[in-house]
């Protein structure tokens, strides 16, 4: 887009740009967001916004079609904004960002199971690993088949994506039937769908679970769609969301090394008060602290989301098989899964976690390759 005029007010100029639309950019935003003042190799801003009036107004400027140049105070030369970044950067029009993917809300009547990804695929091509990655925020899982036969497969996927965080468990954990568990997934029972980690600051974001083993009797890994859930509790039971949104309440994991607590709310909602995250775990919730007359309201809410979640619509059950990885979105899905025998074969899984920031800076730099 080409600039047609530049007028100038009290507090900003007025681009009118060639289709007659216009556009304000006050003078404080233009000082602030010199594009030449910005390091040359780390291209982060070096102006000192404190170093200049918030009312400052330029000393002289001109414009043609490709460019407005402005002479400030506080500067011997011109700063010069080319049109195309001016378009692209008026006031109230958000970068674009490939990461701003619709999230799709799911039933087992919707996806009977996981959308398919092959490992050797993502690791030899950048379009089928930004495919995959583009599933994941979509549907909130993906499942990774063809992984080679080897306990370290799973983390070297993860390698072709980002860092991994580490948490009281390690970096890598072993999902196993342990003699002396400190966590229920170290057991041979079942787990409730549930959120891992409820407990943490930080939620962990993307959980990656790679079967290097199993031949056990049981065992079928379950999820369920917190979107799906959500969205519709919060048509049938608008108290209930409310609650369970806007009620902290407390989260607790403890063993012989360290003793781990947060408090938030069930339903986490984003800065425009849409739904972000369900946090919910049977196994981690410490005793509810509310005063007496809260507690009734609360119970209600939160067993009937607990049902949601596990009803039979909601619930995908899948039997991971030797060589599959599972990832998913730890603050979107529940996961959970089926009691199996020990005694009946092995079962070996091995889980980390990647942020949801490392996941979607990689779907940045994969869709500008």
């Known amino acids: 887009m080409k600039i047609d005029n530049v007028a100038q007010t009290e507090r900003a ?3 009118t740009w060639t289709d ?7 003078f404080i935003w233009l000082r602030d967001n010199d594009p030449h003042e910005l390091h040359p190799h780390t291209k982060e801003r070096t102006f000192d916004l404190t170093s200049v009036p918030i009312d400052i107004s330029p000393a002289s400027s001109n414009s043609d079609a490709d460019e407005l140049r402005v002479l400030w105070p506080d500067r011997e030369d011109s700063s010069r904004y080319e049109a195309a970044w001016l378009y692209a950067h008026q006031p109230g029009v958000s970068r674009p960002d490939p990461c701003n993917i619709k999230r799709v809300g799911w039933t087992v009547d919707d996806m009977p199971e996981p959308h398919r990804v092959d490992a050797k695929a993502c690791e030899r091509s950048p ?3 930004l495919d995959a990655l583009v599933l994941l925020k979509t549907y909130g899982i993906v499942l990774v088949e063809n992984m080679d036969d080897d306990p370290s497969a799973g983390e070297k996927f993860g390698e072709l994506i980002a860092f991994k965080r580490e948490t009281n468990f390690g970096v890598v954990f072993e999902v ?9 997934a170290y057991t041979a ?14 939620v962990p974001g993307i959980q990656f679970l790679h079967c290097y083993r199993n031949s056990a009797t049981g065992g079928g890994s379950t999820f369920s769609d917190a979107l799906a859930v959500c969205e519709q509790l919060k048509i049938d039971y608008p108290a209930y969301y409310k609650t369970l949104s806007t009620t902290s309440v ?3 994991f403890h063993d012989s090394e360290c003793d781990v607590r947060q408090r938030r709310p069930v339903i986490g909602l984003n800065a425009k008060g849409d739904f972000r995250s369900l946090t919910l775990n049977p196994h981690l919730a410490d005793i509810p602290d509310l005063p007496a007359d809260q507690l009734y309201d609360f119970y209600a809410a939160y067993q009937e989301i607990m049902r949601r979640t596990r009803a039979p619509e909601h619930k995908l059950e899948y039997v991971l098989q030797q060589g599959e990885m599972v990832i998913f979105d730890n603050l979107r899905l529940l996961h959970g899964r089926e009691s199996f025998d020990p005694a009946s074969g092995d079962r070996h899984l091995r889980g980390y976690y990647i942020e949801h920031n490392e996941v979607e800076s990689r779907i940045r730099m ?4």
């Open 189 to 202: 029972g079942a787990l409730p769908l549930h959120t891992d980690l409820a407990n943490q600051e930080f």
């Open 176 to 184: 196993m039937n342990k003699a002396e568990p400190n966590n229920l």
């Open 20 to 26: 007659q639309s216009s556009s304000e950019f006050p």
């Open 13 to 15: 100029f007025q681009v």
């Open 366 to 369: 994969l869709s500008n390759e």
């Open 250 to 252: 407390p989260w607790r």
């Open 127 to 129: 379009e089928a690993l």
